[in-house]
């Protein structure tokens, strides 16, 4: 059975940083384009950020950029979200995926996605 299991969530201030984990067993994530997303109550979903493995491009959502970054520990088959200057807008539940394809429309076609970490941002 394939699953991600994210973690690094919890209650921060605005202007703070928080590292988001992901992890996956019964696939390995270096194999594959990730992602993360996250989806605020009552809001639609938001594809933030993804890593394409071909060629180790990354793109980014205009509101989280200068501010996230994905990253990847191939030998410890992990991906990482690192959020700094979080704002009390980027409260929502957050998502590792892997996807069908990485591209700059950030239009993710969710192939496995985790059960999600909370990230809460107070004012």
């Known amino acids: 059975e394939v699953q991600l299991v994210e973690s690094g969530g919890g209650l921060v201030q605005a202007g703070g940083s928080l590292t988001l984990s992901c992890a996956a067993s019964g696939l390995s994530l270096n194999d594959h384009d990730i992602g993360w997303f996250r989806q605020a109550p009552g809001k639609a979903r938001e594809g933030l950020s993804c890593m394409r493995r071909s060629d180790g491009v990354t793109y980014y959502r205009d509101s989280v950029k200068g501010r996230f970054t994905i990253s990847s520990d191939n030998a410890k088959e992990m991906v990482f979200l690192l959020m700094n200057s979080l704002r009390p807008e980027d409260t929502a539940v957050y998502y590792c995926?892997?996807?069908?394809?990485?591209?700059?429309?950030?239009?993710?076609?969710?192939?496995?996605r985790g059960q999600g970490t909370l990230v809460t941002v107070s004012s």
């Open positions: 995926a892997v996807l069908s394809l990485c591209s700059s429309s950030l239009q993710f076609g969710v192939e496995v």
